[in-house]
């Protein structure tokens, strides 16, 4: 399921972002950002984990990619959270194939 640009820019964002949500190929960092989560195992990661499993690309390009992986049924984050490296909760996220749900 391909992510369309329409939903990478608001309607009264300017040309420019228009221009750039054409320009960004979503679903080659969709699977990049994919596969670090998968990477995590069972385990999970938090979005600090992923970010420093792609030290090569920018905060923003990985971080908006949570949102379509987890409407595409790619991603689950079930409000399990851990700390970050600031000390802030983060949601952790498993790949689905590597989601089991804790019934404790």
């Known amino acids: 399921m391909e992510t369309t ?3 990478l820019r608001r ?3 300017p ?3 228009h221009q750039s949500a054409f320009s960004v190929d979503t679903n080659k960092m969709e699977t990049i950002v994919l596969n670090a989560i998968d990477n995590f195992g069972k385990q999970g990661c938090i979005s600090d984990d992923v970010l420093k499993a792609l030290p090569d690309y920018r905060y923003s390009t ?3 990619r949570y949102k379509a ?3 595409k049924g790619l991603v689950i984050a079930d409000g399990t959270t851990a700390k970050g490296d600031a ?6 996220m498993w ?3 590597n989601y089991e749900q804790n019934d404790d």
């Open 62 to 64: 990985i971080t908006a």
């Open 95 to 97: 790949s689905v194939k």
């Open 5 to 7: 640009p329409f939903k």
């Open 11 to 13: 309607n009264k964002d």
């Open 87 to 92: 000390g802030r909760s983060q949601l952790k």
């Open 69 to 71: 992986l987890k409407e």
């Open 15 to 17: 040309f420019t972002s």
